[in-house]
């Protein structure tokens, strides 16, 4: 079993940054590939960033490239979003979320394990 919490987030204005922390448990931390996924109110829950069990591999969804950064330290089983340039559309509950077979992926289905969010608003 791993449990997932986050932490970091907050109400910032647009154009601040913010970093996201997710610690995990469990001793099989550094062989899970890790997600990030966001839901705005009345939206589906959408993907943001994963990260591979090294932290070699990474991919980000369009709307969220060049402005977040997705790391994470498998000492400290803690993984990390940094989120610069906030918008006023990145408003939502963000999710880590921990796939044990190692696998990268967009879809949150294959992800085995969820946190229970922590909100980011932006004002404009």
């Known amino acids: 079993q791993v449990r997932l919490v986050e932490s970091g987030g907050g109400l910032v204005q647009a154009g601040d940054s913010l970093r996201l922390s997710c610690a995990a448990s469990?001793?099989?931390?550094?062989?899970?590939?890790m997600g990030w996924f966001r839901q705005a109110p009345g939206k589906e829950r959408e993907f943001v960033a994963t990260?591979?069990?090294?932290?070699?591999?990474?991919y980000y969804a369009d709307s969220v490239k060049g402005r977040f950064t997705i790391s994470r330290d498998n000492a400290k089983k803690t993984v990390y979003l940094q989120m610069n340039s906030l918008q006023p559309e990145d408003t939502a509950v963000y999710y880590c979320a921990a796939d044990s077979v190692g696998i990268v992926r967009t879809g949150t289905e294959g992800y085995d394990y969820w946190g229970q969010g922590t909100q980011v608003t932006v004002s404009s």
């Open positions: 469990g001793r099989t931390f550094s062989n899970y590939a």
């Open positions: 990260i591979n069990w090294s932290g070699g591999s990474t």
